[in-house]
């Protein structure tokens, strides 16, 4: 997929994998997860391809602990998780930011049980993806898991189908404005309906997307920017 993207050969692409992998750490496999798909495709693009800056949004409701470890003091990645808190794996707070040269490219947005779309769309448009654009990524990753939808039975956020097409359109947006590729890459889902229905509308969204509707600043937003504004250009009011 990574060759794809950064050949040229599409501008736009997503992986359906089983078994998901934004648990699994470096020497571990832990949380249905064998192996960090996301990460071996950032390290392959990053060691093998040319590329310099990625950034990966991990929207899974499960926080992506695999990840950020892998990727906690490496300044090429840009790892954003948003995920429900307290919830397995239990890591993930606002505080971690990263560590050693990669301090402040690590954003974790932890969320309440019962958080929907003000929330959930919040911290991406107002947080997520303004240090991104100021990141200028070469390469956009998703780790994209749909496990935050009403539906499903391991976690307790809101979000609909419908939520996850806006989430890809705020993705494409900014994958636009900085002219880079965007890749999925499917982490968790566990109820088949909400998944398939999910994963439909968000690869619809990712495809042909034009921009997302306008959100209003939530409180757990401004917070958060208060805490990424330390590193990059991030500043939300609620």
Do not use: K
């Not at 949004?57 to 490496?74: E, K, M, P, R, S």
């Not at 890809?168 to 566990?190: H, K, M, N, T």
């Not at 990712?206 to 990059?232: K, M, N, T």
């Amino acid at each position: 997929m990574v060759e794809a993207l950064v050949s040229g050969e599409a501008q736009v692409a997503f992986c359906g994998l089983r078994p998901p992998g934004h648990h699994a750490e470096p020497e571990i496999a832990m949380g249905f997860c064998l192996f960090n798909n996301v990460a071996v495709a950032a390290r392959h693009a990053l060691d093998s391809l040319g590329v310099e800056r990625i950034f990966i949004l991990d929207w899974d409701v499960h926080h992506g602990n695999g990840t950020n470890d892998i990727f906690h003091a490496d300044r090429r990645v840009l790892f954003a998780s948003i995920h429900q808190s307290p919830l397995y794996p239990g890591t993930g707070p606002l505080s971690d930011q990263g560590s050693g040269e990669g301090v402040g490219y690590t954003s974790n947005l932890p969320v309440p049980p019962g958080s929907g779309d003000a929330e959930w769309q919040s911290l991406v448009e107002h947080v997520a993806l303004p240090a991104a654009r100021a990141f200028e990524p070469q390469l956009v990753l998703v780790s994209a898991g749909f496990d935050a939808h009403r539906a499903d039975p391991l976690a307790s956020c809101l979000l609909s189908s419908d939520s996850f097409a806006q989430l890809a359109l705020r993705v494409r947006a900014l994958a636009d404005s900085v002219a880079a590729p965007v890749g999925g890459v499917l982490e968790g889902g566990y109820d088949l309906d909400a998944l398939a229905s999910s994963v439909v509308a968000a690869l619809g969204a990712l495809e042909g997307g034009s921009g997302a509707p306008a959100i209003d600043v939530h409180p757990l937003a401004a917070e958060a920017a208060g805490v990424i504004g330390r590193y990059w250009p991030v500043s939300a009011t609620a």
